[in-house]
C-alpha cells in the first residue's frame, strides 16, 4: 500500500498544479494560454524523456512527428473529418510513419542515430515547406478551427486547457507505468549498454522500434493539439530548434526521472512568451542552457552540478574506433 | 550548337565548379574536424554565414577594399577558434561518446548565432554580396562571367589544392592522419595529440571562414544558407567519408554539379531532397563512407 501511495502521490500532486494553474489563471486569458502551451510542452518532454532519459535515443525528428500528426488533424478535419477522429488516425498515422521512417535508423548507435534523425527530421520540415498545396508552405495555416465538443458548439478557453492538463498528467502516469514494467528495464538496460542487453537476449531494436513508437505517439497527440490551440502552424512551428528545445527540457531538468523533464518543460516553455517584444531572444538564451547543460549539468537540475563524465579511463589510452 | 545552348551549358558548368569548389571547402573543414577531435561541428553553416556577414560588414560599412575585408575575416577566425577551443572544446578531449557532446554543443552555438543574427543582419537586409574584389566581365564565346566570380573559383581551388598538399605529404598532416587512425600508438610515437587537436579545430574553422567568404564574394548571401550549409556539409562528410579529404573533394564537386544541374529543371528542393535521400543510404549501409580509410 505504503509504496504505491508514494509512486502515485507525485501524480496527483501534479494533476492538482496542471488543472489549478489554468483555472487560476482563467482572469487573464494571455496567462492561460502560456500556462496551455507549458501542458503541452510537459506532454512533448514526457516522450522524449522516454526515448533520451530511459533510451538513450536522441530524436531529432520529435518535432517532425508532430508536425505531421498536426498537418494531417487539420487537413482530415478540413474534408469534413470530427477533430476527434482526425486526431486519432492522424496520431497513429504519424508515429507509424515516424516508426518507418526511423527503423532502418535505430539499428545505429549513438551519434549516428542522432545524425540520421536529423537527416529525416531536414526532410520532414523540406517537405512541408515544398508541397504548398497541403501545407500551405510557407506561409503556414492560419485561423485553424478549434474542435468541437460532443454536446455541440467548440472546445475553446478553460475547457481546452482542461484537456491539455489531463493528457500531461496522463502522459505522466504512463511513463511512470512504462519506467516500472519490465519493458521500461529492458530500455535502461539498452541505455546503459546495448551490446550486453544484446547479449542478455533482450531483443535491441525491436524494444527500441517499440519505446520509439509509444514516445511518437506523445509527440503527435502533443501536435495534433497544439494547432488549434494556438491558431497558426507553419513549417517553422515544428523544424528541429523545436526538437532541440523539447530536448533541452528533457536535458536541462533531468533526464531519466519522470519529473526532472517536466520540472524542466514548466521552467523552459513560458520563456518565450514572457520576454515578450524580446522573444527573438529566446534563441540566445536556450543555445547558452544548452552549452551551460552539456558543459556543467550533464545529469540535470535533478543530478545536480557535475563536469562533463570522466568515468572511462583517458581516452589517449583507450582504444577507439576510427570512427 | 545555338548560342543559348552554349550559355545554359557554360553556365551550368561554371555554377556546378562555383558551388563545388565552395561546398568542397566547408566539408573539408568539417571532416577535418571530426577525422581528429571526433566533433560533428553542426555550427559549420553559422560560422559560414558568420564570415560572409563580416566581410560584408567590413567592406560595405567600414569601406574596406573587399581583398583586405577577406583576409581580415579569414585572419580573425584564428583567434575567434583559439578562444572557443579553450572556453568549451578542450573540456570534452577525454570524454567517451564525445560526438554526441560535440553535436549538441554545436547546435546550441547555432542556436545562439541563428538569434543574434535574426535580430541584427536580418533586420537591416535580407541579401549580403561584397563589393567585387576584380572589376569586370570575360566572355567565353557568347558567355559572359563575372571576373570576380572567376577569381573567386581560382583562389578556393588553390585554396583546396594547399589543403590537399598540406594534409597529404606535410609533418602536421601525417599526424593528423595518425591521430585519426590511432590516438594512442600516434602518442606513443611522439605526437603531441592535443596540440593537433587544437591546430585542427583551428585550420577547419578557417577553412570554413574562407568558403563562407569566397561565396559571399561570388553571390548574395542571405541568412537562410547557413541551415543548407550545415546539411549539405554533413551529407558530404557522412557519403565521402567522415575523415577523409578525398571524398570531401570529390563529392563536394559532385554535389555542386548535381545542384547546378537539377536547378536548370527543377527546384533547388529536389536537389536538396536527393543528397538527404543518398545520406541515410550511405547512413544505413556503408556508415564509414565511400572514401573510407
Known sequence: MTPTLNRWLPHAAFAVLAFGAPLLLSGNRYFAFIAGITLISVLWATGMNL?????????????????ISAYMTIGLAAIGWSFWGAMLVSS?????????LGLPSLRLRGFYFTLCSLVIQTVITLGFVY????????????????????????????????????????????????????????????????GLAETLGIDVTRQKMIAFFVASVFASIGGALYAPYVGFISPRSFDVLVSLNIW?????????????????AVLLAPVPFLLQDYYTIKDVLYGLLIIGVIVMLPAGIAGGLKGPSRKAAPATLKAERAQ | MSDAAIIIVMSTITTGIMLGVIFSLVAVGVTIVYGSIWMPNAANGQFFLLASLLAWSASVSWGLHPAVAALLVIGASVPFSYLLEILLVRRFYDVP??????????????????????VTYGVWSDQFQLPPIVPGVTLFGPFPIANNRLASMGIATILLAALFALL??????????????????????????????????????????????????????????????????FAIMIIGGPGSVLGALVIGMVFGFTQAIVSIFASPTIAAFSY?????????????????R
Do not use: K
Open chain 1, 51 to 67: 526515448l533520451y532519459g530511459y533510451t538513450g535515443l536522441m530524436p531529432m525528428m520529435f518535432a517532425g512527428i508532430a508536425g
Open chain 1, 92 to 100: 497513429l498515422a504519424a508515429s507509424l510513419i515516424g516508426v518507418i
Open chain 1, 131 to 194: 508541397f504548398v498545396n497541403l501545407t500551405n508552405g510557407d506561409t503556414g495555416i492560419s485561423q485553424i478551427p478549434l474542435p468541437e465538443m460532443p454536446g455541440g458548439g467548440s472546445l475553446s478557453g478553460l475547457a481546452y486547457d482542461m484537456v491539455l492538463a489531463a493528457l500531461a498528467v496522463i502522459g505522466t502516469v504512463v511513463l511512470t507505468l512504462i519506467v516500472h514494467s519490465q519493458f521500461g528495464r529492458r530500455l535502461v538496460a539498452i541505455r546503459e549498454d546495448d
Open chain 1, 248 to 264: 533541452l527540457m528533457v536535458a536541462f531538468g533531468g533526464r531519466g526521472t519522470i519529473w526532472g523533464p517536466v520540472f524542466g
Open chain 2, 97 to 118: 561518446n564525445r560526438n554526441v557532446s560535440y553535436f549538441v554543443l554545436t547546435l546550441g552555438i547555432t542556436q545562439i548565432l541563428a538569434g543574434i543574427f535574426s
Open chain 2, 168 to 233: 597529404r605529404f606535410h609533418r602536421y598532416g601525417r599526424a593528423l592522419r595518425a591521430v585519426f587512425q590511432n590516438r594512442e600508438a600516434a602518442a606513443l610515437r611522439g605526437v603531441d595529440v592535443r596540440a593537433i587537436y587544437r591546430m585542427s579545430f583551428i585550420l577547419g574553422n578557417g577553412v570554413i571562414f574562407a568558403g563562407g567568404v569566397l561565396f559571399a564574394c561570388a553571390y548574395s548571401v542571405d541568412l537562410t544558407v547557413a541551415w543548407t550549409m550545415a546539411v549539405t556539409a
Open chain 2, 276 to 292: 538527404l535521400g543518398a545520406m541515410l543510404v550511405i547512413l544505413l549501409f556503408r556508415p564509414s563512407g565511400l572514401f573510407a
